[in-house]
């Protein structure tokens, strides 16, 4: 790992970031969302609620800017030069991750802050965050490698979004309980960070990790097509 190198990484994302109109609006998302809830009153929300909104964070604003970030460099064939550089795919992992990470810290505080933080405040529960950030910014990154232009990503955009970062929203479905497909969706990352908060074990966590490392497999088999194609 050089640390040089991943700075390097970081000042060019953050300048692309900070030119890209697309990216720039992601994080207003959730934020607006939290205004719209906010608007209810003092009624508590329902954890559920509160979940799509920590979801919409972590599909919209850390899959969604690694995402378009990543195709891009891939459309424009920079990203060939990159890994034909002498920076190591950590160095170029976590040099892509510091601007997505920062802009995700951001828009979660701030959302968070105007529905309620409190709920949060768990080492479990922030344990929780951390893996959901790391699934979908490692999903993201491999979704990116694997397609060759933006008009491809944003047809992979909208599915995966709702498929892992609105999984909550299941529940005002009122699904049987008993229903393979709800068991089957509980299961869902998102789903298992909301069971962080209504069961002590440390189990949602460990399906959590597992998410993490089908993840990060993911993003690795599609580095090593890119680096094969290139």
Request: proline share 4%.
């Amino acid at each position: 790992m050089n640390i040089q190198r991943i700075t390097a990484i970081f000042e060019k994302d953050i300048k692309d970031f900070m030119k890209n109109m697309m990216l720039l609006a992601m994080p207003v998302l959730p934020f607006v969302m939290a205004l719209f809830y906010n608007l209810i009153g003092d009624v508590q929300l329902p954890l559920n609620l509160i979940y799509v909104i920590v979801g919409a964070v972590f599909s919209v604003v850390t899959l969604g800017i690694i995402m378009i970030m990543m195709a891009e460099e891939n459309e424009k064939k920079t990203l060939r030069g990159l890994i034909q550089s002498p920076a190591s795919l950590l160095d170029i992992i976590i040099g892509k991750s510091l601007v997505t990470g920062l802009i995700t810290l951001i828009s979660l505080v701030l959302s968070l802050g105007i529905i309620g933080i409190e709920p949060f405040m768990n080492f479990r529960v922030i344990i929780g965050l951390v893996l959901l950030f790391l699934f979908f910014l490692l999903l993201g990154i491999g979704i990116g490698l694997f397609s060759k232009s933006l008009a491809v990503t944003s047809a992979y955009m909208m599915p995966v979004m709702f498929l892992f970062g609105f999984t909550p929203l299941i529940s005002f479905f009122r699904l049987d309980k008993d229903s393979i497909a709800l068991n089957i969706i509980n299961k869902f990352p998102v789903m298992q960070a909301i069971e962080i908060h209504v069961n002590s074990s440390w189990l949602p966590l460990w399906v959590l990790a597992v998410w993490v490392i089908g993840a990060a497999l993911f993003m690795y088999i599609c580095f090593k097509k890119t680096v094969t194609d290139d």
